[in-house]
């Protein structure tokens, strides 16, 4: 294993970055590469502009901040650039498909990781079935503009707020098909679409100018004034219990009012953090993708904003059909219906997209829980099409079952608490692995770090409690529930738990040789009792077969001119199986089959008195390596010659020594 072994097996266990990013997981758990850098950009434009950027500013503007929702559209941007950038870090460093889940694995443990998880879940199971009514509601809209004769039984089946609907149904089952088929071919789909309907806002933006006056945009602040009745947020609880205040709409307070809507317009780009694991270079291009894709859309959401509340103005929103979309009345209020029309398909076209991302998503959360143990492994297998198809057919069909079965278009918050929710623990985690981890390699850095993520997360808490009471309600419903399910499912069935309960592989042990090698006759026997007796082995010497005991050198029956004992405090250079003779410190190690002088009375190495030696005689005779004085074997090739010209004897082998050259065991 290549992670510290000390780490308690419990709930908090944390995820290892080398296991996280997907190295020890097969093939049959991976995803392939199919994103370049402007895929993610399209993939990130694709999910956050929907129908939201042509009625957001023009409600916002009629009921809460007034002209001056253009500077609440660039407080939203920048609450989400700085949960961007947050993102950015963590996907260069962690880039797998499970976003926000995976992170927090890495960062906090495995129980945290699960509660984000299972948040992300909701919020995009939800996001998936009510942008699919919201689908059928603009379609049947659509289809009545251009005048298509609906018969009356298909008119009760679309176009419903809740109950069964058959538009919602086939859009969500298009989309299935599309993404369980491979996603190359929902990725064309995906670019096909987005430039369409980046058309149609260009269109917008154009004819918006064409009837824009400034004087719409006075007073730009318009006086505060009371907020109406209206379902109470966390924040009015906690004003109403700490001194009786009361929310205010329009002034300086209303352009921070507006803020937490619009932000919901802008949440998406998160999703693309998703598509790590399918992006090659994912560390560089994630984060590029990210920021690049959010930075569009505050471009394009702020330039609608100024179009709209320029050519329709504070006072004239009021007076718009209310049956209609927003912006389609603004622009039959002008006289341009044809406008509105056209506002229709793009519409349509933008619900599609963000629905066929969300899915994509969902997906790729459900997938990375799998393929962790936390949910059915079987999840995170790939089908024939390269994609994980299982999860899949479960996200879809979930959405499925939600969306004819809820009145999901009350629950359309729930999907922003959990966003906002995920939110809040990414900018935790760069805190986190800054501490504990300052040494992982970050193609991206947050700059200002402890400052800029602190600010996120009290800024996304402050969009958190604008929330409605019932919602939290409903979200704390959700979190038991799933952690129910992690005690009962998830804490057991965990890969990490799983791994950290085997036990650790066993050192390898050499073992005794079964024989002697050849020429070197049999083992000794034990010496006899008390130690008496004469030793079989020179001293230092260790038989063949055996390892030396701790601070011996290595000896035996080693060809060349080796000697027994300690190495010599002279020498900087230990001796060893690849040495051929001891020398003298500043002389290279003579050649094979060259004879040298006997040893000198000065020679260090030299075998001390009456200690007999060795190497004086054996089937080697006196003679150095490669040379034989008696060849037991008469005229075989073995028998003589120099190393080169020889081939081994049974139970030798060739290897290279450290320094280069030949030798021979």
Same mark, same amino acid.
């Given at each position: 294993?290549? %992670?510290?072994? &000390? ?74 650039? +700085?949960?961007? +950038? ?69 008119? $009760? ?33 995906? %670019? ?86 399918? #992006? ?11 920021? #690049? ?67 994509? =998503? ?11 143990? +936390?949910? @059915? &492994? ?92 019932? #919602? %939290?309600?409903?979200?704390?419903? %959700? ?75 290595? #000896? ?11 190495? =010599?405090? $002279? =020498?900087?250079? @230990? ?25 000198? @009375? ?44 020889? &081939? ?18």
């Amino acid at each position: 294993m290549t %992670w510290d072994m &000390r780490v308690r097996n419990n709930m908090f266990r944390r995820l290892p970055v080398e296991r996280a990013t997907g190295r020890l997981y097969g093939g049959r758990h991976r995803l392939r590469v199919v994103y370049r850098t402007r895929d993610l950009v399209v993939l990130g434009l694709g999910v956050m502009i929907g129908s939201g950027i042509f009625k957001i500013a023009g409600e916002q503007a009629a009921a809460t901040a007034g002209p001056g929702v253009l500077v609440s559209f660039l407080i939203a941007g920048g609450v989400c650039l +700085l949960v961007a +950038l947050a993102y950015a870090e963590l996907s260069s460093i962690i880039p797998v498909a499970g976003s926000a889940y995976s992170f927090s694995y890495v960062a906090f443990g495995e129980v945290w990781a699960w509660i984000v998880g299972w948040a992300l879940v909701l919020e995009l199971l939800l996001a998936a079935s009510v942008l699919a009514r919201v689908w059928s509601l603009y379609a049947t809209q659509a289809l009545n503009g251009f005048d298509v004769p609906i018969p009356p039984w298909l008119g $009760d089946l679309i176009g419903q707020q809740k109950g069964p609907d058959l538009f919602a149904l086939l859009i969500l089952l298009l989309v299935v098909l599309m993404l369980a088929t491979g996603s190359r071919m929902s990725l064309k789909t995906l %670019w096909f679409m987005v430039m369409a309907k980046v058309i149609v806002i260009g269109l917008v933006i154009a004819t918006g100018l064409k009837f824009f006056g400034a004087g719409n945009l006075t007073p730009f602040l318009p006086p505060a004034r009371p907020a109406p009745e209206r379902d109470q947020t966390v924040l009015d609880a906690v004003l109403g219990a700490a001194g009786g205040g009361t929310p205010e709409v329009f002034g300086i307070w209303g352009l921070f009012a507006a803020a937490p809507a619009i932000a919901f317009a802008y949440i998406g780009f998160d999703l693309i953090a998703t598509a790590s694991e399918e #992006t090659e270079d994912a560390p560089r291009k994630v984060p590029r993708g990210i920021i #690049t894709a959010l930075l569009t859309a505050v471009v394009l959401y702020a330039a609608v904003a100024v179009a709209l509340v320029g050519m329709v103005g504070m006072d004239g929103f009021a007076k718009l059909d209310p049956d209609k979309l927003l912006i389609s009345a603004a622009f039959d209020s002008v006289g341009a219906g044809a406008m509105g029309q056209l506002v229709d398909v793009g519409v349509v076209l933008a619900l599609t997209t963000v629905i066929l991302v969300v899915l994509i =998503s969902l997906t790729r959360v459900i997938f990375s829980m799998s393929r962790d143990g +936390l949910l @059915p &492994r079987p999840l995170a297998s790939m089908s024939r099409y390269k994609v994980p198809s299982r999860a899949t057919l479960l996200a879809g069909g979930a959405a499925v079952v939600t969306s004819q079965t809820i009145d999901v278009l009350t629950l359309e918050q729930l999907v922003v608490i959990g966003t906002l929710f995920a939110f809040l623990f990414v900018p935790a985690a760069v805190l986190a692995l800054r501490h504990s981890q300052p040494d992982l390699h970050r193609p991206f850095r947050v700059p200002l770090a402890p400052l800029t993520a602190l600010v996120t997360m009290f800024a996304v808490g402050w969009l958190m409690v604008n929330l409605k009471v019932q #919602t %939290w309600a409903y979200f704390g419903i %959700w979190m038991v529930a799933g952690l129910l399910l992690y005690l009962i499912y998830g804490r057991r069935k965990s890969q990490m738990k799983l791994l950290l309960d085997e036990p650790p592989p066993e050192r390898p042990v050499a073992a005794r040789l079964a024989a002697p090698p050849p020429g070197g006759g049999p083992f000794p026997g034990p010496p006899p009792p008390g130690g008496a007796g004469v030793a079989p082995y020179p001293p230092g010497g260790v038989p063949v077969g055996e390892y030396p005991a701790p601070g011996q050198p290595g #000896t035996g029956s080693w060809p060349g001119d080796m000697r027994p004992g300690p190495a =010599s405090p $002279d =020498s900087p250079y @230990p001796t060893g199986r690849y040495s051929t003779g001891r020398q003298a410190s500043g002389q290279f190690a003579r050649e094979p089959g060259r004879r040298e002088p006997s040893a000198s @009375p000065g020679d260090p190495y030299a075998v001390d008195p009456g200690v007999p030696d060795p190497y004086a005689s054996g089937p080697y005779g006196s003679e150095p390596y490669g040379q034989y004085g008696s060849d037991p074997y008469g005229s075989d090739p073995y028998g003589s010659g120099a190393p080169e010209d020889r &081939r081994p004897r049974d139970g030798e082998h060739q290897e290279p020594p450290p320094g280069g050259g030949r030798h021979r065991r």
